[in-house]
């Protein structure tokens, strides 16, 4: 295996969030990490906290209510442990409850609360925050409900388990399924249950049974997954990206498979929103998949030289590729998928062809093995595993005969 090849099979696995910098994971001090979205939001659900929100009034609290209990200093160095964070949240709310009463006073009072907490987009998401902290240990259960929820296969068993949540309270019960939905793989079965619980398969039944917060959960949680695709780059991002599109997809057709939605809904104008951004942004890679392609696998006369970075775009091209061809039905990239898809197949068996021919000529060329290691890669995803194994064997044999 060439450095390439070792390279694309070992890509890290993608996280669904950013990488801690310190002990503390995130806005307070992670604990409430499963309610948190990520830019760009472009509709802001009742039962999720953009991150940059949390953050802010992270930093307002630890800096103008409990600079006491956290001091400067330590929060600088960012060794504050997540149990700290756990024992001082009693006293801290008691602070912020009070701070935001004073706030509600009157206008100027709001005003100025707005510009403490870094501004009114913070100040608006301050409730969902104290009420996430006040109600952590319940978000810790919608957590380990949703991993259960996958070996669950009872749609009895589901939709009781879904009654027993917190409906009443739309506010709590919206945190509670944003928490428990990012822990489930196979998000259909949540909206199976869901019918069966509102007795049809229309937005309007299922929200009329009070379960409107899961619905809305889907949609943010397919919003979330929007920041993978702001900076579609070369190879080493491409692993990230086709995770995102996957689930992107799961969470799209769960809703849009089984259920009824009416044509001026806010969720359905949410989700052409969201469905038209991820396209936008997936649209210019898409297109770059062939040049990158041709760029990756032309040989320079006299002194070759292998361009690294092109083949692994190539390579990461023809995944994607792939990747859109498994989600399309959540996509509005029909026509550009379909141009790439077909010049992309031409356009690798013609190099798969000229790759070979150079590799029988002289088979102990670097750069030349490196070239064929990509293109049976691509064969693999491109077009089957059984044409993949042919040019090995095919390559083998040359190996044998020099």
């Known amino acids: 295996m060439t450095q390439l090849a070792n390279r694309v099979d070992t890509v890290a696995p993608a996280s669904g969030k950013p990488r801690a910098t310190s002990q503390t994971a995130g806005p ?9 979205v ?19 009034i992270w930093t307002w609290v630890t800096r103008d209510l409990c600079n006491d209990i956290f001091p400067a200093d330590r929060m600088a160095a960012g060794n504050v442990t997540a149990a700290e964070v756990e024992a001082a949240i009693p006293e801290m709310l008691g602070r912020v409850k009070a701070a935001v009463a004073q706030g509600q006073a009157d206008v100027e009072g709001a ?34 409900f949703g991993k259960a929820a996958n070996s669950i296969s009872d749609e009895a068993a589901l939709a009781a388990a879904i009654k027993a949540m917190p409906l009443q309270e739309p506010a709590l019960a919206a ?6 939905l990012g822990q489930v793989a196979n998000p259909t079965n949540l909206v199976l249950a869901a019918i069966k619980l509102s007795g049809a398969a ?4 299922v929200r009329r049974a009070g379960l409107g917060p899961l619905l809305d959960a889907y949609i943010a949680h397919a919003q979330n997954q929007l920041r993978f695709f702001e900076g579609v780059g070369p190879f080493p991002d491409v692993d990230l990206i086709c995770r995102a599109l996957e689930r992107f997809h799961k969470l799209v057709r ?26 936008d942004r997936l649209e210019p890679r898409l297109k770059e998949v062939v040049t990158d392609l041709n760029q ?26 792939a990747t859109v061809r498994d989600c399309r039905d959540s996509l509005a990239l029909n026509s550009v998928f379909e141009q790439a898809w077909n010049q992309s197949g031409q356009a690798l068996e013609i190099h798969i062809q000229r790759t070979m021919d150079t590799f029988k000529q002289n088979p102990e060329d670097a750069n030349t093995i490196a070239r064929l290691d990509a293109v049976i890669q691509m064969a693999h995803v491109r077009f089957s595993p059984d044409y993949a194994e042919t040019l090995k064997r095919a390559r083998h044999a040359v190996e044998k005969r020099a």
Do not use: C, W
Not at 175 to 180: D, G, P, S, T, W
């Open 28 to 36: 307070f001090g992670g604990l409430i990490d499963s309610v948190l």
């Open 38 to 56: 990520y830019e760009p939001v472009l509709e802001t659900f009742q039962g999720s906290v953009p991150f940059t929100s949390a953050q802010s």
């Open 175 to 180: 945190l509670v399924f944003q928490a428990a």
């Open 254 to 279: 769960s809703l849009t498979g089984y259920l009824e939605f009416s044509r001026g809904s806010q969720a359905t104008a949410t989700l052409s929103a969201i469905t038209k951004h991820v396209s």
């Open 296 to 321: 990756a696998m032309r040989r320079r006369e006299g002194a070759d030289r292998l361009d690294t970075d092109k083949l692994f775009a190539a390579v990461g091209g023809i995944f994607l590729l």
């Open 202 to 205: 229309t937005e309007v039944s």
């Open 111 to 144: 005003r100025r609360l707005a510009a403490h907490v870094g501004g009114d987009d913070a100040r608006l998401h301050l409730p969902a925050v104290m009420l996430a902290l006040r109600n952590r240990a319940l978000l810790a259960k919608a957590q380990a």
